[in-house]
Nanobody
């Protein structure tokens, strides 16, 4: 079955950087559009960034554009999110998902990785 395992989160000061990873299995990773989404307790899912198969295209939410970079390694079934210039409002649980970008619901998610940015 589909498995998505996120890692790389942590506590970082404002202005700092983190790299999130997502190891995917159970499907042909290289054929799928992949996304990062995030969620703060009590709020809905927020789409952050997406990348097409074979890295053909990338897209970003306005709130992270210029600070975050999404990438993928299809040989290793791994999705990445490089986060720079982190802000306290970036604090959330981050999940990787497959499917079209900019949806508000992604039922297939891993356990997530927590990012906390202190001011």
């Amino acid at each position: 079955q589909v498995q998505l395992v996120e890692s790389g989160g942590g506590l970082v000061q404002s202005g700092g950087s983190l790299r999130l990873s997502c190891l995917a299995s159970g499907f042909r990773f290289k054929l799928h559009y992949m996304n990062w989404v995030r969620q703060v307790p009590g709020k809905g899912l927020e789409w952050v960034s997406g990348i097409g198969s074979e890295s053909a295209s990338t897209s970003y939410a306005e709130s992270v554009k210029g600070r975050f970079t999404i990438s993928r390694n299809d040989a290793e079934n791994t999705l990445y999110l490089h986060m720079n210039s982190l802000k306290p409002e970036d604090s959330a649980m981050y999940f990787c998902t497959r499917g079209p970008p900019q949806l508000t619901s992604y039922p297939e998610r891993g356990q997530g990785t927590q990012v906390t940015v202190s001011s």
